[in-house]
């Protein structure tokens, strides 16, 4: 989806190849334990990263449902590979929750070893010096405005809002962000989450500030549109999870894409007709950050499995859950894209654009300020 750097040769020779044991890295003369390792090849290389991953022999991560752009697969594809125990603590937390839990876990055995957020989250993060520095295999490939410079953090996955809808229980399903103030929507628009918290949600206040005259450095008629919605009586405070779908409860959802197209292909068999529309008037693309907790308990397993999710078979295995890869452009020029599962992708017109740092911070600021005074509250 974007413009990709040139990679150097060893990189790419680390990228492209499914098994990642039999990508070698040149090893320091005395190499780091894992736990100060900023590299496989800092480690002493992959197969001493692998050794030392299998030792430890789990991997503790947080808020990763399984139904999320493919986590079921990549959790059961890292165990297979390398027979680490995967644990995932509670699966439908937030990103702001998962900051939360490195903070008061400190050094506990039970803290998580690596999170998943939103990279405006994982930015607050690394500002308040809880994550550790490692650069993948494929550092190179991934562009600069995706990742941090000290490798605190990096975007491994994204996609687009959308608005999914049960065409059984709601006619017609609405396409744009204007549609949901439509009257016969009573009740019925949700969130993934509170924007304060969530970083889906908070992306669907950006989205909704697109579709309203705002811009990326101007948030505020986003939250206007959310007011809106529930002066209206539209907007349903319920939380749209994947359970929330499947009964009925929220049947119109504002949501990431991947996780929409998802629900329409898992709750199809159970008589769900789940539409997924990406709103013409509020396109927004993001995508979220991997990072590893700098007390990770299992300090190789975290790195290794950071390296599984930027391989090959990782990127692919993101393109299955219908979520864009960060490496896509680079996967599609080398020929290692699943381009079947590429296909299934809806289309979406022109290139998409991305918030600044300071234009992401600003916006955050607003709705962590404002939305429960105008919104929730």
């Not at 493919?70 to 439908?92: C, E, M, Q, S, W």
């Not at 579709?211 to 986003?222: K, L, Q, T, V, Y």
């Not at 409860?249 to 929409?260: A, F, M, Q, V």
Request: glycine letters at 8%; aromatic letters at 10%.
């Amino acid at each position: 989806m974007t413009a990709l750097r040139a990679r150097a040769a060893a990189a790419f020779c680390c990228l492209v190849l499914t098994a990642l044991a039999s990508c070698e890295s040149s090893a320091p003369e005395r190499p780091r334990k894992p736990s100060a390792a900023t590299s496989a090849a800092d480690a002493g290389g992959m197969d001493a990263l692998i050794t030392a991953a299998k030792k430890e022999g789990t991997l503790r991560a947080i808020a990763i449902p399984r139904d999320w752009a493919n986590y079921g697969g990549l959790i059961d594809g890292f165990a297979k590979r390398y027979g680490i125990r995967v644990t995932v603590d509670h699966p439908d937390a937030h990103s702001e929750d998962e900051i939360d839990a490195l903070v008061k876990s400190g050094k506990r055995p039970t803290a998580p070893d690596v999170i998943d957020l939103g990279d405006t989250f994982a930015r607050s993060a690394a500002s308040r010096n809880l994550l550790a520095p490692y650069k993948v295999a494929a550092w190179d490939s991934i562009p600069a405005f995706q990742k941090d410079p000290q490798a605190h953090w990096y975007n491994n996955y994204g996609g687009y809002v959308s608005i999914g809808c049960d065409a059984n229980r709601v006619k017609p399903c609405p396409g744009t962000f204007a549609e949901l103030l439509r009257p016969g929507y009573q009740g019925r628009v949700s969130l993934e989450g509170d924007p304060t918290r969530a970083n889906s949600a908070f992306s669907a206040v950006f989205a909704a500030a697109l579709a309203n005259d705002g811009s990326f450095d101007n948030i505020r008629p986003g939250l206007d549109f959310f007011a809106q919605l529930k002066k209206s009586g539209n907007f349903n405070p319920l939380e749209s999870t994947s359970g929330a779908v499947k009964t009925g409860r929220t049947p119109i959802s504002i949501n990431w894409d991947y996780l929409n197209l998802g629900y329409a292909e898992g709750l199809r068999a159970k008589g769900v007709d789940w539409n997924v529309a990406i709103p013409l008037d509020g396109s927004f693309a993001q995508y979220y950050a991997q990072a590893i907790n700098k007390n990770a308990p299992h300090p190789a397993a975290a790195r290794l499995w950071e390296e599984y999710l930027f391989s090959t078979e990782g990127q692919n295995l993101r393109l299955a859950g219908y979520a864009r890869p960060v490496l896509m452009d680079t996967m599609k020029r080398d020929g290692t894209l699943d381009e079947a599962a590429a296909a299934r992708l809806p289309t979406v017109e022109g290139t998409p654009q991305f918030p600044t740092d300071a234009q992401l911070a600003r916006a955050r600021r607003t709705v962590d300020q404002d939305w429960s005074k105008t919104v929730s509250g």
